[in-house]
C-alpha cells in the first residue's frame, strides 16, 4: 500500500512563489509515475505536471515555465515548485501516484488513471 502527505501549500500574493511536497511511503517512486493535479472550486481535477520512473517531466501547457516537478534522490518525495503565481492558480493541489512493472512509462494525464491519491493541499494565491 502507497500513502501520500501533500504539505506546503498557502496564501501568496500574486508573482510569489510557493514548493508542494509530496511524501511517500510503502514502494520505491521509481516503479511510480508521480504527479500532481489540482482541483479548484465548482471544477474537474485537472493535470497540472508528472515525472516518470526516469524523471522525464510533463506539463500542463499554463504550467510550462512557472512550475518544476521533481524529486528527491531517496525517491521517497516529489516537489512542485511553483513560480509567478496567479489567482487562476488557487485550487486544492493533489499528489498521485501510479504503479508499473518497469522504470519505462509515460505518465497518464486523466486523474481516473492513477491509482493513488493524496489529501490535497490548499493554495490560494491573492491579487
Known amino acids: 500500500q502507497v500513502q501520500l502527505v501533500e504539505s506546503g501549500g498557502g496564501l501568496v500574493q500574486t508573482g510569489g512563489s510557493l514548493r508542494l511536497s509530496c511524501a511517500v511511503s510503502?514502494?520505491?517512486?521509481?516503479?511510480?509515475?508521480m504527479a500532481w493535479f489540482r482541483q479548484a472550486s465548482g471544477k474537474e481535477r485537472d493535470f497540472v505536471a508528472a515525472?516518470?520512473?526516469?524523471?522525464?517531466?510533463y506539463y500542463a501547457d499554463p504550467m510550462k515555465g512557472r512550475f518544476t516537478i521533481s524529486r528527491n534522490n531517496a525517491k521517497t518525495t516529489v516537489y512542485l515548485q511553483m513560480n509567478s503565481l496567479e489567482p487562476e492558480d488557487t485550487a486544492v493541489y493533489y499528489c498521485?501516484?501510479?504503479?508499473?512493472?518497469?522504470?519505462?512509462?509515460?505518465?497518464?494525464?486523466?486523474?481516473?488513471?492513477?491509482?493513488?491519491w493524496g489529501q490535497g493541499t490548499q493554495v490560494s494565491v491573492t491579487v
Open positions: 510503502g514502494r520505491t517512486l521509481r516503479l511510480y509515475a
Open positions: 515525472i516518470s520512473g526516469t524523471d522525464t517531466t
Open positions: 498521485a501516484a501510479k504503479a508499473y512493472e518497469s522504470v519505462w512509462h509515460t505518465p497518464p494525464f486523466q486523474p481516473t488513471e492513477y491509482d493513488y
